[in-house]
């Protein structure tokens, strides 16, 4: 049983990415932004960007997606943007990364093994992505502050990174060679 993070900021193409890669693989697929309160939506499109309490709520949700799709031995990509560390932590352990008091029952709270694929490129190439996509709540302006935010995946955390300015299929084919190779 594998789950996937595809991560990155905003236009680096999580969810194309991840989406053809579940499909490929023949995993279920989650997309964070369908988890949004209503109230994280129109603060994005208002153009101002989200803050940690904003995050916690719905970081903690999409972990127990994952949580569900392990328990129930399901393969499963989600594309999150998990800018920052302690992002990626709540993902793996849930409301426990952010609470001082361990569960009192043993295991309960037993963190996932999650793979993290960091879509990387530069600052000009996601820009021109993100002004090319309609219809989605996450303004142009917002950019800078996911780069701003962004703390890049590093050991001991479970991720690779991969560069944005390969090909769709080369991006998916370097994610599947790292699945299955390790």
Not at 142 to 158: I, R, W, Y
Request: proline share 7%; net charge neutral; charged share 25%.
């Amino acid at each position: 049983m594998v789950l996937v993070v595809v991560m990155g900021v905003s236009g680096s193409g999580k969810t194309t990415v991840g989406s053809r890669l579940a499909a490929k693989l023949g995993w279920k697929f989650y997309d964070a932004d369908d988890y949004h309160s209503p109230e994280n939506k129109k603060k994005m499109a208002a153009g101002i960007p989200l803050n940690d309490e904003d995050r916690i709520p719905w970081l903690c949700a999409l972990h127990d997606i994952l949580k569900r799709e392990e328990s129930s031995r399901q393969d499963a990509v989600l594309a999150c943007s998990a800018l920052k560390k302690i992002y990626r932590h709540i993902l793996v352990s849930g409301a426990s990364a952010i609470e001082n008091n361990p569960s009192e029952k043993p295991g309960e709270n037993a963190a996932l093994k999650i793979l993290f694929v960091h879509l990387d490129g530069p600052p000009d190439l996601i820009a021109r992505r993100l002004e090319k996509r309609r219809g989605h709540f996450m303004p142009l302006k917002l950019l800078q502050s996911q780069f701003d935010a962004l703390e890049p995946p590093a050991a001991p955390e479970n991720f690779i990174t991969v560069s944005l300015e390969k090909s769709l299929p080369e991006i998916v084919l370097e994610i599947e060679q790292a699945i299955f190779s390790g």
